[in-house]
């Protein structure tokens, strides 16, 4: 019961981050440029200081030192490698950064609705991989010891909150609708409770050290490069003046204090 209670409240946290969008104005593309390199800023900076470390760790105590630090690196490309595919196979809308202008202002206050929703379901799938394995993490522990578990759920609840935010905002912006921007953080986050039922029901018996350290390095690497190619030359797209830049250093902030906090 503490199992299954850790996990949703966990996972659930992330629709909090979505109630940021509730007060937001559609057309304020300064808002939504500070939205899009928060999220940015959010998932490069617990990619490569958190995530990887994980991924890291994991591959020492299977392989050791040197070469658990060597697995990690080349499944932190592999992560990448795999957006660079999935990139390649759903065409980008903005077309591009010369012609299309990525890097230049859009006229008036106009959103271009195809590629912010792009980036939106780009980021839902990031973190929902995210969260899986982190769902797994805090089933084992509490089922382990319900002393480590609630606290480690407490964690990953304050982390997740940022993580609500990048996908919220560009969902929003892309749709025009609240709803549908709380609803897509509510569906993300039910991937921690789903990656524990699912670790506890098939994949208990070929889980190890190596496995989880292939599924962190991944996800940093890909969530690195997402960050990169889609959030951030977004964010620069809708800026009028340097929202771009403090969305980056605030979401890297406010990822840094969810985990100094319940380190």
């Known amino acids: 019961m503490d199992c299954a209670r850790h996990c949703f409240g966990a996972g659930l946290a992330t629709t909090l981050g979505s109630v940021l969008v509730l007060t937001a104005k559609q057309t304020n593309t ?17 990619s490569l200081v958190e995530i990887f470390v994980k991924a890291n760790a994991a591959f020492t ?18 992560g990448v490698a795999m957006l660079v595919a999935i990139d390649r196979l759903v065409p980008n809308p903005h077309g591009g950064t010369n012609e299309a202008g990525l890097l230049s202002r859009p006229e008036g206050e106009d959103v271009d609705r195809k590629q912010i929703a792009r980036v939106g379901l780009m980021a839902a799938l990031a973190i929902t991989a995210h969260n899986l394995p982190e769902g797994l993490a805090t089933f084992f522990a509490t089922l382990d010891n319900p002393v480590v578990g609630a606290p480690l759920a407490f964690a990953i609840a304050v982390h997740n909150i940022p993580e609500g935010v990048s996908i919220a905002i560009p969902v929003y912006y892309a749709t025009g609708s609240k709803t549908k921007a709380v609803m897509a953080t509510f569906l993300s986050g039910l991937a921690e409770p789903f990656g524990a039922v699912a670790g506890y ?3 208990a018996p070929f889980l190890n050290d190596f496995v989880f350290g292939a599924v962190f390095a991944i996800i940093a690497g890909a969530m690195v490069f997402l960050a990169l190619d889609e959030l951030l030359p977004a964010a620069r797209r809708y800026a009028r003046g340097h929202e771009t830049v403090y969305g980056i250093v ?14």
Do not use: D, N, P
């Open 30 to 46: 300064r808002l939504l440029a500070f939205g899009l390199a928060f999220s940015g800023g959010a998932m490069v900076y617990v």
């Open 61 to 78: 105590k299977s392989a050791g030192e040197k070469m658990g630090y060597t697995w990690a690196t080349l499944f932190f490309f592999a």
């Open 201 to 203: 029901m098939l994949l």
């Open 250 to 263: 605030i979401g890297m902030a406010a990822m840094a204090l969810s985990l100094v906090l319940f380190k």
